[in-house]
C-alpha cells in the first residue's frame, strides 16, 4: 500500500504552515461551509468563469469545481520552488535560442538531433531569427507534483500559452472576500500583481522597430475557445485590447489592429492561439484564420509574437527528459528540481520495460495534453492495460511512460466533510528583460476519492494557493 | 476602440430592441386578434407576419396563423433569428465577447435574461400565456438600458450602444405602423370607422403610449393624430423624429470624440431635417405605406453607413 | 555566364479586392555560383513591408497593396553573373539543420510505387552516385509533358500517370530522396533555354540533396543534369508551395487570375 504524503498533517500534528486552518476548520459549522460553498459557486456564476471542456459536448457555461480549502507553502518551501522553476524557464529560452540558432547542444551530443529537429512543433521558418532579449517563452507553466516534505518533481513544461492563470487571481479573490479574518491572520504573499507583471515582461520584448510605449494587445481564436473567459479577464485586467484574427492586419512593415478610428500600430501580440493559425501565408495556407503575413513582420523585426512561434518545441514530452541536461548545458548548474525518471518507449529497452511493467506506469502520448490518452496502470483493468499495449506497439514513439508517483494530499471539503485529496501545482514564471515569478500559483485538486488525474476536463477542481510571508 | 467590438456593442442593443419589437407585435396581433375580423378571409396574424416580412417562413414551418403558432414563432423559435429567444441569445453572446467593455450591471443584465430564457424554455407551455412572455420580453429590455443608463462610462462603447437602440428602434416603429397598412389593405371602407379606430388604439398599446397619447392629442383617435405622433412628434420616445434625432446626438459625439466628419452623420442630419420639415398632411398625401416603406429604406442606408464609417474596420 | 531576366507576374481580380499581402522570395541566392550585377523588384501600387534573411539562406522581402485594387504587377529585372559549379551550392550560408528536410509534405508523400521505385535504387546512406541514380530513375518514370499535370498534383500521382513537368519531377525526387534517408528540398528560379529550344520552361524548379561531403547539391530530373550557369536559383522550401517565389492572399471575394511574362537572355559579355 502506498502512503501519500499529506501536506497538512504529519505524523498526527498540524504541519506548521497550516498552522492557523487547523482551528479554522474545525470552528466551520458544515451549515456555514455549504453557504460559503454555494456563495463561492454564485460568485464564479456571475463573474462568467467557466470552463468549456476539450473535445466534448455538454454545457458551455460549465463551472469549474472550486474547493475552498487553500493549499499553503511556507516561505522556505517557496523559496525553493522559486529558484528551480526560474532556472527551468531560463534554461528552456536558452535552449530554444540554441537550437534555433546554432543548435550547439546538438553538436555537442548532449541532445539527438532527430529529437529537436524532426520534432513537429520544431518551426524551420523562425531558425535564424532572434527576438527581442532572446525571449522565446515569455510565460512558462511549469507542471509540479509533490511526493514529500522536501521531494518535487516537474511533470511537465508549459512553454506555449499556459492557461488557468486566471484560476489562480479569481481563486484568491473570492477567498479574500469569503474569509477576510483568514487573511489577517495569516500572512499572505499577494498574487495580484501578476497582471501588471505579465504586462510589464510583454512591454520588455517591444521589436527594435516599436518607438515609444508599446501597444500590446491579446490575441484569441476567439469566444468559441474554452479559455476565453482567460483572454478577455487578462486583457481588461492588463488594459489592452483583447484581439481576433481578423482584427489586425498587416500593411508595409508593421501590424495594425482596425479601430473606429482607423488603423493603430500593434507592438507586442500575447497570443493565445497556435503556431498553425498564426500566419495562412507561412504555416496553413488552407486556413484563413489568422493574419496573412504577420510572420514577415514578426521575422523582419516589426512586432514581437509571445510565445515566440517554435516555441513548443521545448516543452514535448519527449524533450523533456534533458531538461536538466540542459540546465547543466546552458547555465552551468545543477537543477533545483527533479524531473520525473521517464522511460522513452521510441528506445527498445525502454519500450520493453514499459510494457512488461504497465501496471505500475502512467503512460502518456508525447503530444498528448489534458489528461487524455493517458493511462493509470495502477488504476486500469487487465483488459485497458492490454489495449493500450497494442496502442504502444503500434506507435512506441508516440508514447513515454513514468512511474506512479505518491502525489501529496492536502484538506479538502467532500460532501462527508473533509478528507485528503490528491493535488499538483502550477506557477506561472515570466520571462523578459527579467524573470519574475509570483508567489502562488493554480492547485489542481483531484476531487474524486484516490484518483491522481487533477485535469480539470477530467472533472478535477482548484484551489487557493497560497504563499506564506517569510 | 476596436472596430469589432464597436460592432458587438451595436448589435446588442439592436438585438435588444428587436425582441422588444417581437414582443410589442405578439400585443398587437393578440389584441386585433380579440375583435371579429375585418374579413372574413384573412386572418390579423396573417397581416402581422406579411408586415414583418417572414409569413413564408411561417408558412412553411407551421402552416396555419393560430395563435399559438405565432408565439412559438415571434417568442421560442431559434428558426426566426427576429424571435425573442433568438435576439436575447445574439444579444448576451455578443455581450460575452466584448464583457470587458460592459459593467458589471449590464452583464448582469443580460445574462440574467438569458438565464430566465433557459429556464423558460424548459417549461411547459401551458404556464406561459401570451400575456406573461410579452410582459417579462419588456422588463428584460427595460432592464438591460436602464442599466446601460445607469452604468455605462459615456465613451465611444456608449455612443455605438445607443446608435444600435435608435436605428433599431427606428426601422421597429416604421415597421409597426406598417402593420396597420396591410391590416386595412383590404377594406378602405373601414378607414375612419369604429373597428379602424380600435385597430389604431391597439397600436398605440402596443407601443405603450396609449395613455401619453391622450394627455398630448385629447379628443378622438384620429390615423393624422397617431401618424403625427409616432412619426413627427419629438415628446414620444419611440417616433421616428425623437430616432433621427437620438442617432444625429451620439453620431455627432463620436465624431466630436474622433475629429472627424462622417458620411454617417451627415446622412442622419438630412434624415432629421427633413422629417423636422415634413407636415402629417404630407405624409399622407405621399401614402403612409410609401412614405414607411422610403423610411425604411433610408434607415437601411443609414445602417450600412454607420457600418462602413465605424464598423467594418476598414477606416482610414 | 550573364544572365537577364525580366518577369513579370499579373495578377487579375475579377472584382476588387480590399487588400493584397505578398512575400516574395524573388532576389538570387547568394553563393559562389551566382553574382548579383543589379536586380530590382516592384510591385504596382505596392508598399514595401518588411525583409529579412530566413534560416535557409533566402531573402525574404514582404509587400502590401491597399484596396480596392483589380490588378497587380509583379515585375522582376536584373543581370546575375553565373559559374558552373556542377550543382553544388558551395558558399551559401545558412542555419536550417539538413534533418528539416526529412519531413513529408501532402504533395511529396511517398505512396507504396515511390518507396519501391525509391528502395529499389539502393540509395540509403546517401552518396553522390546514389543521388544520381534517383534523380535519373525520375526522368526516367515521369516524362516531362507540359500540360499534363495541375499545381496540385501529388509525387504519387504523377507516377501513376507517369507524366508531369518540372514540378512534380522535383516532388517524385524529393519524395524518393527522403524515403532513402537523404534530407532533400525543392528549390525555385529560372533557367535560360538555349536557342535549340531544347530545354524547359524559364521558371523552373529542381531538387537539391544533401550529401555528407557535398552539402547541398541541385539535381534536375527534367534535364537529366545538375544545375549549371544556365540556372538562377531564387528559394528552397519543403516543396513547391513552401519554396513558392511569390506567396499571397487577397482579402475579397473577387476570383484571381494570373499572367506571366518572363524571359532569361545571355548577355554579350
Known amino acids: ?470 | 476602440m476596436l472596430s469589432r467590438t464597436a460592432d458587438n456593442l451595436y448589435w446588442i442593443a439592436r438585438y435588444m430592441e428587436r425582441a422588444e419589437t417581437a414582443a410589442r407585435l405578439l400585443q398587437v396581433g393578440a389584441r386585433n386578434s380579440l375583435i371579429p375580423s375585418s374579413s372574413g378571409h384573412r386572418s390579423e396574424w396573417d397581416s402581422l407576419l406579411h408586415a414583418i416580412g417572414t409569413a413564408k417562413a411561417f408558412k412553411e414551418k407551421y402552416g396555419d396563423p393560430v395563435q399559438r403558432n405565432i408565439e412559438s414563432h415571434l417568442f421560442f423559435d431559434r428558426d426566426n433569428p427576429s424571435s425573442v429567444a433568438s435576439c436575447i441569445t445574439a444579444a448576451r453572446e455578443n455581450a460575452r465577447i466584448v464583457r470587458t467593455a460592459l459593467t458589471s450591471q449590464v452583464w448582469d443584465a443580460i445574462n440574467g435574461a438569458f438565464d430566465e430564457l433557459r429556464q423558460m424554455e424548459r417549461m411547459p407551455r401551458s404556464e406561459l400565456d401570451l400575456a406573461r412572455l410579452t410582459e417579462w420580453t419588456m422588463r428584460q429590455t427595460a432592464m438591460m438600458r436602464g442599466s446601460i443608463e445607469a452604468t455605462q462610462l459615456r465613451g465611444d462603447g456608449y455612443h455605438f450602444l445607443n446608435l444600435g437602440y435608435y436605428l433599431e428602434r427606428a426601422d421597429s416603429t416604421a415597421r409597426l405602423l406598417d402593420v396597420k397598412y396591410y391590416v386595412l389593405l383590404p377594406r378602405v371602407d373601414f378607414v375612419g370607422s369604429g373597428l379602424d379606430n380600435y385597430q389604431w388604439t391597439t397600436l398605440l398599446r402596443a407601443m405603450s403610449s396609449h395613455r401619453a397619447f391622450h394627455w398630448a392629442y385629447g379628443g378622438d383617435v384620429t390615423a393624422r393624430k397617431i401618424g403625427h405622433f409616432l412619426i413627427l412628434n419629438p415628446q414620444c420616445p419611440r417616433s421616428l423624429l425623437t430616432c433621427a434625432d437620438g442617432m444625429v446626438t451620439h453620431l455627432e459625439r463620436l465624431d466630436r470624440a474622433y475629429h472627424r466628419q462622417s458620411t454617417a452623420r451627415t446622412q442622419a442630419r438630412s434624415m432629421l431635417a427633413e422629417l423636422a420639415e415634413t407636415k402629417v398632411e404630407e405624409i399622407f398625401d405621399e401614402g403612409l405605406h410609401e412614405f414607411l416603406t422610403r423610411f425604411i429604406r433610408e434607415t437601411g442606408k443609414l445602417a450600412a453607413e454607420i457600418h462602413e464609417s465605424y464598423l467594418n474596420g476598414d477606416i482610414r | 555566364m550573364l544572365l537577364t531576366v525580366d518577369h513579370v507576374t499579373l495578377y487579375r481580380y475579377s472584382q476588387p479586392v480590399r487588400g493584397v499581402v505578398q512575400s516574395h522570395r524573388l532576389t538570387p541566392s547568394e553563393f559562389d555560383g551566382q553574382r548579383t550585377r543589379s536586380w530590382q523588384v516592384t510591385v504596382s501600387d505596392g508598399l514595401m513591408g518588411g525583409q529579412f534573411r530566413d534560416g535557409a539562406g533566402d531573402l525574404v522581402q514582404a509587400w502590401t497593396v491597399q484596396g480596392p485594387v483589380s490588378e497587380i504587377a509583379v515585375s522582376v529585372r536584373g543581370t546575375v553573373e553565373t559559374t558552373d559549379l556542377a550543382g553544388i551550392l558551395r558558399g551559401h550560408k545558412e542555419r536550417v539543420p539538413p534533418q528539416c528536410y526529412l519531413e513529408s509534405t501532402p504533395v511529396t508523400l511517398a505512396d507504396l510505387a515511390l518507396s519501391d521505385l525509391s528502395d529499389g535504387a539502393n540509395a540509403t546512406g546517401g552518396g553522390l552516385d546514389a543521388a544520381h541514380r534517383l534523380a535519373t530513375l525520375v526522368a526516367d518514370t515521369i516524362a516531362y509533358t507540359p500540360g499534363s499535370t495541375q499545381s496540385a498534383t501529388t509525387a504519387a500521382e504523377a507516377l501513376a500517370i507517369g507524366k508531369g513537368v518540372c514540378q512534380d519531377q522535383a516532388h517524385a525526387l524529393l519524395a524518393m530522396a527522403r524515403r532513402a534517408g537523404i534530407p532533400a528540398r525543392y528549390v525555385s528560379g529560372y533557367l535560360h533555354a538555349s536557342q535549340d529550344g531544347s530545354l524547359h520552361e524559364a521558371a523552373h524548379a529542381w531538387a537539391e540533396l544533401w550529401l555528407h561531403d557535398l552539402g547541398w547539391v541541385g539535381f534536375d530530373p527534367a534535364n537529366r543534369c545538375c544545375p549549371d550557369d544556365r540556372y538562377i536559383r531564387l528559394g528552397s522550401g519543403l516543396d513547391a508551395l513552401d519554396a513558392a517565389p511569390i506567396k499571397g492572399i487577397a482579402r475579397g471575394r473577387g476570383a484571381e487570375s494570373m499572367d506571366v511574362q518572363l524571359a532569361v537572355q545571355q548577355n554579350e559579355q
Open chain 1, 1 to 470: 500500500m502506498t502512503t501519500y504524503f499529506n501536506e497538512m498533517y504529519e505524523n498526527g500534528a498540524v504541519r506548521g504552515p497550516y498552522g492557523q486552518l487547523d482551528d479554522w476548520m474545525r470552528n466551520m459549522p458544515a451549515e456555514l461551509r455549504q453557504m460559503k460553498q454555494a456563495e463561492a459557486e454564485a460568485l464564479f456564476r456571475r463573474i462568467g468563469i467557466t470552463f468549456a471542456v476539450y473535445g466534448e459536448g455538454g454545457d458551455p457555461d460549465r463551472l469549474i469545481p472550486f474547493d475552498m480549502f487553500p493549499r499553503v507553502f511556507s516561505a522556505l518551501e517557496w523559496g525553493k520552488l522559486d529558484r528551480g522553476v526560474k532556472q527551468r524557464a531560463r534554461a528552456l529560452n536558452a535552449f530554444l535560442a540554441d537550437v534555433y540558432g546554432r543548435g550547439e547542444i546538438v553538436r555537442a551530443g548532449r541532445i539527438p538531433a532527430n529529437l529537436v529537429y524532426r520534432n513537429d512543433a520544431f518551426e524551420k521558418e523562425v531558425v535564424g531569427i532572434l527576438p527581442p532579449k532572446g525571449v522565446y517563452s515569455h510565460i512558462v507553466g511549469v507542471d509540479l507534483v509533490r511526493t514529500g516534505p522536501d521531494e518535487f518533481f516537474v511533470l511537465e513544461d508549459n512553454c506555449r500559452t499556459p492557461s488557468g492563470v486566471s484560476y489562480m487571481l479569481e481563486n484568491r479573490e473570492i477567498m479574500m472576500r469569503m474569509f477576510p479574518a483568514l487573511f489577517r491572520e495569516n500572512r499572505i504573499e499577494p498574487v495580484d500583481t501578476y497582471p501588471d507583471l505579465l504586462r510589464r515582461t510583454l512591454a520588455s520584448v517591444a521589436p527594435p522597430k516599436c518607438n515609444g510605449e508599446p501597444v500590446i494587445v491579446i490575441l484569441t481564436p476567439g469566444h468559441f475557445n474554452s479559455a476565453y473567459y482567460e483572454h478577455s479577464f487578462l486583457a481588461d485586467l492588463m488594459g489592452v485590447e483583447l484581439v481576433e484574427g481578423q482584427d489586425l492586419f498587416v500593411e508595409g512593415e508593421f501590424v495594425y489592429m482596425r479601430t473606429t478610428e482607423g488603423p493603430r500600430r500593434v507592438d507586442v501580440i500575447y497570443r493565445r492561439i497556435d503556431d498553425d493559425f498564426i500566419d495562412p501565408l507561412c504555416f496553413r495556407p488552407d486556413s484563413m484564420l489568422g493574419v496573412p503575413g504577420l510572420m514577415d513582420v514578426y521575422r523582419s523585426g516589426g512586432v514581437a509574437i509571445c510565445s515566440a512561434p517554435g516555441a513548443g518545441v521545448a516543452d514535448d514530452k519527449a524533450v523533456y527528459t534533458f531538461v536538466p541536461e540542459m540546465i547543466r548545458f546552458y547555465l552551468g548548474e545543477e537543477p533545483i528540481l527533479n524531473n520525473v525518471p521517464t522511460w522513452q518507449c521510441a528506445k527498445p529497452d525502454d519500450c520493453k520495460y514499459v510494457l512488461e511493467n504497465l501496471k505500475e506506469l502512467v503512460v502518456k502520448e508525447v503530444h498528448g495534453s489534458g489528461g487524455y490518452g493517458m493511462l493509470v496502470g495502477p488504476k486500469c483493468t487487465k483488459a485497458e492495460i492490454e489495449a493500450f499495449a497494442l496502442r504502444i506497439k503500434a506507435k512506441p514513439h508516440n508514447y513515454i511512460a513514468q512511474p506512479t508517483l505518491a502525489l501529496s494530499t492536502t484538506p479538502t471539503f467532500v460532501d462527508q466533510g473533509i478528507a485528503p485529496r490528491h493535488v499538483d501545482l502550477r506557477p506561472y514564471c515570466l520571462v523578459g528583460e527579467r524573470v519574475e515569478l509570483v508567489p502562488g500559483g493554480l492547485t489542481r485538486v483531484a476531487l474524486t476519492e484516490g484518483s491522481l488525474v487533477v485535469n480539470s476536463s477530467q472533472g478535477g477542481g482548484v484551489k487557493d494557493t497560497w504563499v506564506l510571508a517569510g
